[in-house]
C-alpha cells in the first residue's frame, strides 16, 4: 500500500455501485474520525490509476479535500480487476442496474455473489436475457411505467410475451 495524489486517481466510468448521500456522509465522518480503516480498506487501482474498487472511498476523499489516501496499486488482467470491482461491493451499497445489465453477465455475478431472485423459471429466462444481453425470440408485449420504492424516480420496463 503507498499513499498517492487524489488528483492521480480516475474513477471507473462503469462503476456499477452507486451511493446516496446520506452514505457518502457516513462514509466520510467514518473517514474522518477513524483515519486508518482508509488504511484497512484502501483504494484499489490499475497501473494507470483507475479505480477497481473504492470509488465510493475516492468520493468521500475528494469530499473532505484529503490530498493523498492509501492505494493499492494492482497489475492484473481486465477480467480479475473486474471481479474486484464487484466484489468488494457484493455485501453493501446499491447497484445501478443499467450498468450491471449492459456490462456483466448473470452466472458471472452470481458466482461473485450476487444474488438476482426470481420465482419461476421463465422470470429467470428473462432476467438471464437483461442481464447478459442475449436476444431473446419472445416479442414485447408493452411498456410500463414505475417508481422506485425508495427515490420515487420513474422507470420504463418492458414485458415480454
Same mark, same amino acid.
Given at each position: 500500500m503507498i499513499?498517492? !495524489?487524489? !488528483?492521480?486517481l480516475q474513477p471507473h466510468i462503469d462503476n456499477p455501485r452507486k451511493i446516496n448521500f446520506r452514505q457518502l456522509e457516513k462514509l466520510c465522518d467514518s473517514i474522518k474520525n477513524n483515519p486508518e480503516y482508509f488504511e484497512a480498506r484502501p483504494?484499489?487501482?490499475n497501473t !494507470?490509476?483507475?479505480i477497481y474498487?473504492?470509488?465510493s472511498r475516492y468520493k468521500a476523499a475528494k469530499k473532505l479535500g484529503l490530498e493523498k489516501v492509501p492505494v493499492h496499486v494492482m497489475d492484473l488482467p481486465e477480467d480479475k480487476?473486474? !471481479?474486484i470491482m464487484i466484489r468488494d461491493n457484493v455485501n453493501n451499497g446499491e447497484w445501478d442496474i443499467s450498468i450491471l445489465a449492459n456490462d456483466w453477465?448473470?452466472?458471472l455475478l452470481n458466482d461473485f455473489g450476487i444474488e438476482f431472485?426470481?420465482?419461476s423459471k421463465e422470470e429467470q429466462d428473462e432476467q438471464q436475457d437483461t442481464v447478459s444481453g442475449g436476444k431473446s425470440n419472445k416479442k414485447v408485449k408493452e411498456k410500463k411505467i414505475i417508481n422506485c420504492p425508495h427515490?420515487?424516480?420513474e422507470f420504463e420496463i418492458w414485458t415480454r410475451k
Open positions: 499513499y498517492i !495524489e487524489l !488528483e492521480k483504494i484499489i487501482c !494507470e490509476y483507475v474498487a473504492g470509488n480487476m473486474r !471481479e453477465n448473470f452466472d431472485k426470481s420465482n427515490c420515487n424516480q
